[in-house]
Structures are given as structure tokens and as C-alpha cells.
């Protein structure tokens, strides 16, 4: 079973919050209703080579480009972080972000536990926050009752979750999400306390 931790104190509130986790664990519908409690947050939208799966927007979900389309803005260098995941890539551009932060006001990336790595090292001050499920057999149950996986894909991100639940310890807060409510008011208490107030 999986506890919650306590927030690291860093100081003066960081302005940029990364939510991170294993596949599977409800990132996406966490983050939905994280923006039904604040519809003022700025949240990035990351660039995905993956298939749009269904109900997802393009440019609501991600913004969805094919390969070629992501090479060549890792060229012009155009990301804060990429990663392959899965066989599929994906990157935070970086020009939305810094005028979010230029402007003052918080921002939230929702990106996977390569990329929370890359955003500390490039920039410190970032709050780290890992979503977890309250068991293994939770996320096993996740993953396979979204029925876009083989079970073989599905095997693949079982195997890189476990390798992603072992990396915890490097975040400054962890959430359990054992109910969607839950999960997203404890965020919403930690971004209100921390980045929202040091932006206003």
C-alpha cells in the first residue's frame, strides 16, 4: 500500500508544478478536474507522436505531429524535455512556458517520470508531485480496462510503472489517487499554498 508524503520544503513557493506518475495511474483525469477546481491554471500542453486516443482533442490533450513534425523541432531545439516512451515520443515546448513564468503566474506540466528528471535538473526550483495508484493491482486493473493495449503493450508498461513507482522517492509530494476527488483537492491545496499564492 502507498502513503502519502509531505511536501520538501524548498524555500520561497516554486511557480512551476510537475505532476508526474506511472501510465495507467489517471494523470489525465486528475488533471481535468484540477481544472474544473481552478479554470484560471495555465497547464502546457505537450507535443505527442502517439495516436490521439478516443476523446481525445488535439490541442487540448496534446498536440498531436508525426515524427518528422518532432525531429524537427528537437533540431531548433524547441522542447525543455523529450523522451521516448513506449514507442512513441513526447515534449514540453518551451516558449508557452516561459512566457507563462515571464508573466509571473504558475504553470503545471503533466509529463512522465523521464521528463519530471529533465525539468528538475534544467530547472531546480520546479515542484516535483508523483501520482500514484493505491496498489500494483490498481494499476493493472487501469491499464487494462482502457482497452486500446494488446496485452503485450500492456505487459511493456507494466514493467516500466514498476521501474516509475521506484522513482518516488525523488519527489517532493506524493498523492495517493484512491478516489479522483481526493487526488485532484490535494493537489489544488498544494498548488493554492505553494505556486498560486507566491503569483499573486
Known amino acids: 500500500m502507498v502513503t502519502e508524503a509531505t511536501p520538501t520544503d524548498h524555500g520561497a513557493p516554486a511557480r512551476l508544478i510537475v505532476l ?5 495511474v489517471g494523470k ?11 479554470p484560471e491554471l495555465w497547464v502546457s ?8 486516443r478516443p476523446g481525445e482533442v488535439d490541442g487540448v490533450a496534446y498536440h498531436f505531429v508525426d515524427d518528422e513534425t518532432f525531429r524537427r523541432e528537437i533540431e531548433r ?8 516512451y513506449a514507442g512513441h515520443w513526447k515534449g514540453t515546448p518551451i516558449e508557452p512556458l516561459r512566457r507563462q513564468l515571464a508573466s509571473g503566474k504558475p504553470a503545471l506540466l503533466e509529463i512522465d517520470i523521464q521528463g519530471a528528471r529533465l525539468v528538475r535538473a534544467a530547472m ?11 496498489d500494483p493491482a ?3 486493473r487501469r491499464l487494462a480496462g482502457r482497452g486500446t493495449e494488446d496485452p503485450s503493450q500492456i ?35 498544494f498548488i493554492e499554498n505553494g505556486a ?5
Do not use: Q
Not at 20 to 24: D, E, F
Not at 160 to 183: Q, R, S
Not at 196 to 200: K, P
Open 20 to 24: 508526474s506518475g506511472p501510465s495507467g
Open 28 to 38: 489525465g483525469s486528475v488533471l481535468a478536474r484540477v481544472r474544473e477546481l481552478l
Open 45 to 52: 500542453v505537450s507535443w505527442a507522436t502517439r495516436p490521439a
Open 77 to 84: 531545439g524547441g522542447f525543455l524535455e523529450y523522451a521516448e
Open 124 to 134: 531546480p526550483d520546479a515542484r516535483l508531485v508523483f501520482l500514484a495508484a493505491p
Open 138 to 140: 490498481e494499476l493493472v
Open 155 to 189: 505487459e511493456h508498461r507494466m514493467r516500466i510503472a514498476a521501474e516509475e513507482m521506484a522513482a518516488m522517492g525523488e519527489f517532493d509530494l506524493v498523492i495517493v489517487n484512491d478516489t479522483l476527488e481526493h487526488a485532484a483537492r490535494r493537489l489544488v491545496e
Open 196 to 200: 498560486v499564492s507566491h503569483g499573486r
